[in-house]
């Protein structure tokens, strides 16, 4: 008895220090900006995608609800509540229901490794395990889309849900791979100290900072470069991984060209078949919420961030005012680069068709998972090679330049090789086409027929 | 019952090493299904994401269109043609109101025929717009299709401006056309074609080159040639296979005696070169519809023909190059005012019955891609 009041009074101050703490009020922000974030982004991507399409397919998108069509993704939400809540006889009732929330919770939790400003962000070390905590997130969806395809009881639903687990469990091995080229760069940069890197995304963004902490004390300079160094963000020295990454990234969250799983001209809706209002709002907004994600993370590892100007400039003023409109700064720069990414999903959505299952197979197990594979192995050896010189204190920057290049090289060869392959894939299903081709090469003709009314 | 047919199909039933039973899987597709075009319904049985069989089932948009034109007038059939192949309603009107004239031993003015050719190959463009359209849909690009229908919709305004309805033109008649061109007509005809040749070019740069379409059609859905011709298949799926065969070369009719056509032909008999021809025959259109306007006779539109139309007793077949292929119509007169008999064959109709020899082996995402090329129209295949 004793015990256990100590023990709950313990625990209750605890408790009462942590709540009235700075941290706590972090944790807060944080948490409601996330869930808030991804309610709102999901539905101003819904609208963005209906107008960018719009405007690239040479039409005008939704244009009556509210001032240029801007309240139809309220109006759609608002009929998605007020709909009937359909269940379809002989489905597997609990596996049917339980599958949005399935989906739906792990792209939240995703959300919990992303800072969005300096302030807004779980604080400290609090998620140290960044980048493997993304990937562990992003992987569980998958139980959600087979749940859904096999609680549907519906033969469309079941292919869609077996084709997702397929590809999604395919491309989160080039995904992880892809990340890891970085993670290995953060571990050459970090060599000066302890030579282990890390694999914390706010991190990661910090080694895409090359200007000095204390500036170089002309304001200008200073106030635009301080944080923001755009020559060295990664994606100039990993192009070809920030291609794959952000690749993957579109099959991870089955886009097209990899929507296979929902293919609307094959299977109907796929695994989404049988689910109508709510259930299916919240599968929609864990795609874009999944969207948004990928995009944030491409951010932090690849384009620095929210990095900008004058974000570190205010914030190393001190002052709360400053400070305040520091973070405003970053948290603007931070949702533009995301939905400049998120931009380019639409378009890739509105310019490319859909690939084939076994083609999509292919496509990753041939290609990229070598390709990345390879990236790792040269990564390592060119570091070996260059250390091995002793430049002193030029390592670094000569290793970066040599892997940029080699980097850039690969990524035009990697384009020529995926156009190769696809010719030579479609060579050989053309094979017996060619075949008869040669047999019968004096084009057949059919014979005249005369005496045939309407002829000469 | 052709409804019910999918009850006694065998399924296949293997069992595995550990015991575990797997069986071959149904799956009906259609006729509610997005890209059935129509309201086809298809029969598949799958084993795994393999076609393993498929029976097409038609007849969901049965109008008895030919028994309509039984009980029509002859001129009065002329509207209900539009609604046989609604994608081509002009091409149906040629060939009907040609086998009437064929009948009656009558050759439209020179005129005419320049107007018929014109609007005719008009048709034929739009027709192939919203197959290249739909097929891009079918296969995933959603785009093209909002680009082609922009243009279609310019020949669909033509062609309200010459008979007043977009849709169900109704513009031909026995003898000639109803109309002659309005004021100004042939101008933004002109107008329109110079702004879809450079629609056109952008269109293949989003299309032709794109490496994920090339490898979703090419080697999919093959076909040689004594196969093509086995089947009856016509127009560009013939044509893809190799087999240079087109009505308005090798049985001319009307203008296409006097206006030349680069037939398109291809060897490789898969989706892609389906596609390829399409994409040609709307460039040689574009060329066709231009020679005409330059061509364009003076004269008169039609000849006079009695409003109670009495064709002589007999029977007689005319046939023509449609979008889809060789659209027949086979015309029985007992001298009255109705046609005893009018049959049409349709090459949607005969095209389709390729469909199951062409999906046999093939994945679940090529059934589409490779029903797409056929380019059918239900609404010809079940009249």
Same mark, same amino acid.
């Given at each position: 008895?004793? %015990? *256990?009041?100590?023990?709950?009074?313990?625990?209750?101050?605890?408790?009462?220090?942590?709540?009235?703490?700075?941290?706590?009020?972090?944790?807060?922000?944080?948490?409601?900006?996330?869930?808030?974030?991804?309610?709102?982004?999901?539905?101003?991507?819904?609208?963005?995608?209906?107008?960018?399409?719009? /405007?690239?397919?040479?039409?005008?998108?939704? %244009?009556?609800?509210?001032?240029?069509?801007?309240?139809?993704?309220?109006?759609?939400?608002?009929?998605?509540?007020?709909?009937?809540?359909?269940?379809?006889?002989?489905?597997?009732?609990?596996?049917?229901?339980?599958?949005? *929330? !399935?989906?739906?919770?792990?792209?939240?939790?995703?959300?919990?490794?992303?800072?969005?400003?300096?302030?807004?962000?779980?604080?400290?070390? $609090?998620?140290?395990?960044?980048?493997?905590?993304?990937?562990?997130?992003?992987? %569980?969806?998958?139980i959600g889309v087979i749940m859904a395809g096999w609680g549907s009881n519906?033969?469309?639903?079941?292919?869609?849900?077996?084709?997702?687990?397929?590809?999604?469990?395919?491309?989160?091995?080039?995904?992880?791979?892809?990340?890891?080229?970085?993670?290995?760069?953060?571990?050459?940069?970090?060599?000066?100290?302890s030579g282990i890197g890390t694999i914390s995304i706010k991190e990661i963004?910090?080694?895409?900072?090359?200007?000095? $902490?204390?500036?170089?004390?002309?304001?200008?300079?200073?106030?635009?470069?301080?944080?923001?160094?755009?020559?060295? /963000?990664?994606?100039?020295?990993?192009?070809?991984?920030?291609?794959?990454?952000?690749?993957?990234?579109?099959?991870?969250?089955?886009?097209?060209?990899?929507?296979?799983?929902?293919?609307?001209?094959?299977?109907?809706?796929?695994?989404?078949?049988?689910?109508?209002?709510?259930?299916?709002?919240?599968?929609?907004?864990?795609?874009?919420?999944?969207?948004?994600?990928?995009?944030?993370?491409?951010?932090?590892?690849?384009?620095?961030?929210? *990095?900008?100007?004058?974000?570190?400039?205010?914030?190393?003023?001190?002052?709360?005012?400053?400070?305040?409109?520091?973070?405003?700064?970053?948290?603007?720069?931070?949702?533009?680069?995301?939905?400049?990414?998120?931009?380019?999903?639409?378009?890739?959505?509105?310019?490319?068709?859909?690939?084939?299952?076994?083609?999509?197979?292919?496509?990753?197990?041939?290609?990229?998972?070598?390709?990345?594979?390879?990236?790792?192995?040269?990564?390592?050896?060119?570091?070996?090679?260059?250390?091995?010189?002793?430049?002193?204190?030029?390592?670094?920057?000569?290793?970066? %330049?040599?892997?940029?290049?080699?980097? /850039?090289?690969?990524?035009?060869?990697?384009?020529?090789?995926?156009?190769?392959?696809?010719?030579?894939?479609?060579?050989?299903?053309?094979?017996?086409?060619?075949?008869?081709?040669?047999?019968?090469?004096?084009?057949?003709?059919?014979?005249?027929?005369?005496? !045939?009314?309407?002829?000469? | 019952?052709?409804?019910?047919?999918?009850?006694?199909?065998?399924?296949?039933?293997?069992?595995?090493?550990?015991?575990?039973?797997?069986?071959?899987?149904?799956?009906?597709?259609?006729?509610?299904?997005?890209?059935?075009?129509?309201?086809?319904?298809?029969?598949?049985?799958?084993?795994?994401?393999?076609?393993?069989?498929?029976?097409?089932?038609?007849?969901?948009?049965?109008?008895?269109?030919?028994?309509?034109?039984?009980?029509?007038?002859?001129?009065? @059939?002329?509207?209900?043609?539009?609604?046989?192949?609604?994608?081509?309603?002009?091409?149906?009107?040629?060939?009907?109101?040609?086998?009437?004239?064929?009948?009656?031993?009558?050759?439209?003015?020179?005129?005419?025929?320049?107007?018929?050719?014109?609007?005719g190959e008009m048709q034929r463009i739009a027709s192939h717009l919203v197959?290249?359209?739909?097929?891009?849909?079918?296969?995933?690009?959603?785009?093209?299709?909002?680009?082609?229908?922009?243009?279609?919709?310019? =020949?669909?305004?033509?062609?309200?401006?010459?008979?007043?309805?977009?849709?169900?033109?109704?513009?031909?008649?026995?003898?000639?056309?109803?109309?002659?061109?309005?004021?100004?007509?042939?101008?933004?005809?002109?107008?329109?074609?110079?702004?879809?040749?450079?629609?056109?070019?952008?269109?293949?740069?989003?299309?032709?080159?794109?490496? =994920?379409?090339?490898?979703?059609?090419?080697?999919?859905?093959?076909?040689?040639?004594?196969?093509?011709?086995?089947?009856?298949?016509?127009?560009?799926?013939?044509?893809?296979?190799?087999?240079?065969?087109?009505?308005?070369?090798?049985?001319?009719?009307?203008?296409?005696?006097?206006?030349?056509?680069?037939?398109?032909?291809?060897?490789?008999?898969?989706?892609?070169?389906?596609?390829?021809?399409?994409?040609?025959?709307?460039?040689?259109?574009?060329?066709?519809?231009?020679?005409?306007?330059?061509?364009?006779?003076?004269?008169? =539109?039609?000849?006079?023909?009695?409003?109670?139309?009495?064709?002589?007793? @007999?029977?007689?077949?005319?046939?023509?190059?449609?979008?889809? @292929?060789?659209?027949?119509?086979?015309? =029985?007169?007992?001298?009255?005012?109705?046609?005893?008999?009018?049959?049409?064959?349709?090459?949607?109709?005969?095209?389709?019955?390729?469909?199951?020899?062409?999906?046999?082996?093939?994945?679940?995402?090529?059934?589409?891609?490779?029903?797409?090329?056929?380019?059918?129209?239900?609404?010809?295949?079940?009249?």
């Amino acid at each position: 008895m004793r %015990i *256990s009041i100590v023990f709950a009074d313990d625990v209750g101050s605890q408790l009462l220090h942590g709540i009235f703490s700075w941290e706590f009020l972090q944790f807060l922000v944080a948490f409601v900006s996330f869930f808030g974030f991804v309610l709102t982004s999901a539905a101003l991507l819904v609208l963005a995608e209906r107008k960018v399409m719009g /405007w690239m397919q040479d039409r005008l998108g939704p %244009i009556h609800t509210g001032p240029w069509g801007l309240l139809q993704t309220l109006a759609d939400v608002g009929k998605l509540l007020l709909k009937e809540d359909i269940q379809a006889g002989q489905t597997d009732k609990a596996l049917f229901i339980l599958a949005p *929330s !399935v989906f739906l919770a792990p792209i939240i939790a995703a959300f919990a490794v992303i800072p969005f400003s300096p302030y807004v962000g779980l604080p400290g070390t $609090a998620l140290a395990t960044g980048i493997v905590y993304y990937v562990a997130m992003s992987s %569980i969806d998958v139980i959600g889309v087979i749940m859904a395809g096999w609680g549907s009881n519906n033969k469309y639903s079941l292919m869609g849900g077996l084709r997702s687990a397929a590809q999604m469990i395919s491309y989160e091995l080039p995904l992880v791979l892809a990340l890891v080229s970085i993670v290995m760069l953060t571990s050459v940069l970090a060599g000066g100290n302890s030579g282990i890197g890390t694999i914390s995304i706010k991190e990661i963004m910090d080694f895409q900072n090359v200007w000095p $902490a204390k500036g170089v004390g002309i304001p200008v300079l200073d106030f635009i470069f301080q944080g923001f160094t755009p020559w060295a /963000w990664f994606f100039l020295v990993q192009p070809l991984m920030l291609v794959i990454y952000y690749t993957c990234g579109l099959a991870e969250t089955n886009r097209a060209p990899f929507d296979l799983p929902e293919a609307e001209s094959e299977l109907v809706a796929g695994y989404l078949t049988e689910y109508s209002g709510l259930r299916w709002a919240i599968f929609f907004l864990g795609e874009y919420g999944n969207m948004t994600i990928v995009s944030a993370i491409t951010t932090y590892l690849f384009l620095g961030g929210w *990095s900008g100007p004058g974000v570190n400039y205010l914030l190393g003023l001190g002052a709360l005012g400053w400070g305040f409109l520091g973070n405003l700064l970053a948290v603007t720069y931070f949702i533009t680069k995301v939905y400049l990414l998120c931009f380019v999903f639409i378009w890739v959505r509105s310019t490319l068709p859909r690939l084939r299952a076994d083609q999509l197979m292919q496509f990753a197990w041939l290609i990229l998972i070598p390709t990345t594979l390879f990236n790792i192995l040269i990564t390592g050896l060119i570091y070996l090679v260059i250390s091995s010189f002793g430049l002193g204190g030029f390592t670094n920057l000569v290793f970066m %330049i040599v892997i940029a290049i080699v980097n /850039w090289a690969m990524f035009f060869a990697f384009i020529k090789i995926v156009q190769r392959a696809t010719t030579a894939t479609t060579r050989r299903a053309q094979a017996p086409a060619i075949r008869a081709q040669l047999r019968a090469s004096s084009g057949a003709q059919l014979p005249e027929r005369a005496g !045939v009314p309407g002829g000469q | 019952m052709a409804i019910n047919q999918d009850t006694n199909v065998n399924l296949m039933e293997e069992e595995g090493s550990e015991g575990i039973k797997s069986q071959e899987m149904l799956l009906n597709m259609g006729p509610q299904h997005p890209s059935t075009h129509g309201v086809l319904r298809l029969v598949l049985k799958l084993e795994g994401e393999t076609v393993v069989d498929c029976t097409p089932v038609i007849g969901y948009l049965h109008r008895g269109i030919e028994k309509i034109l039984e009980n029509r007038p002859v001129m009065g @059939g002329i509207r209900y043609m539009d609604n046989a192949d609604y994608l081509s309603p002009m091409l149906n009107e040629i060939a009907y109101a040609g086998a009437v004239e064929q009948l009656m031993g009558m050759e439209p003015p020179r005129r005419a025929q320049y107007i018929r050719l014109l609007v005719g190959e008009m048709q034929r463009i739009a027709s192939h717009l919203v197959a290249v359209g739909t097929y891009l849909v079918d296969l995933g690009a959603f785009t093209p299709i909002l680009w082609t229908f922009r243009d279609r919709e310019g =020949i669909l305004s033509l062609f309200e401006a010459l008979g007043g309805s977009r849709f169900n033109v109704n513009y031909l008649r026995v003898g000639g056309v109803l109309h002659d061109f309005p004021k100004n007509w042939l101008k933004e005809c002109e107008a329109f074609f110079d702004q879809f040749e450079k629609n056109m070019a952008e269109l293949e740069v989003l299309i032709t080159g794109n490496e =994920i379409f090339e490898a979703r059609t090419q080697g999919v859905g093959y076909i040689d040639q004594q196969q093509a011709i086995a089947y009856g298949l016509t127009g560009p799926m013939l044509r893809a296979s190799g087999v240079n065969w087109d009505l308005r070369v090798n049985r001319p009719y009307m203008a296409y005696r006097e206006v030349p056509v680069n037939v398109q032909v291809r060897q490789e008999g898969d989706c892609y070169a389906r596609y390829k021809v399409r994409m040609q025959e709307i460039w040689e259109s574009i060329r066709l519809c231009r020679v005409a306007m330059d061509k364009m006779p003076g004269g008169p =539109i039609g000849t006079r023909t009695p409003i109670a139309l009495r064709p002589p007793r @007999g029977e007689t077949y005319f046939a023509i190059e449609s979008s889809k @292929g060789e659209l027949g119509v086979y015309f =029985i007169s007992d001298g009255s005012e109705y046609p005893w008999r009018a049959k049409l064959r349709g090459p949607s109709f005969v095209n389709l019955q390729v469909l199951p020899e062409l999906l046999r082996g093939y994945k679940m995402s090529d059934v589409v891609a490779i029903m797409g090329s056929l380019d059918i129209v239900l609404g010809e295949v079940d009249r």
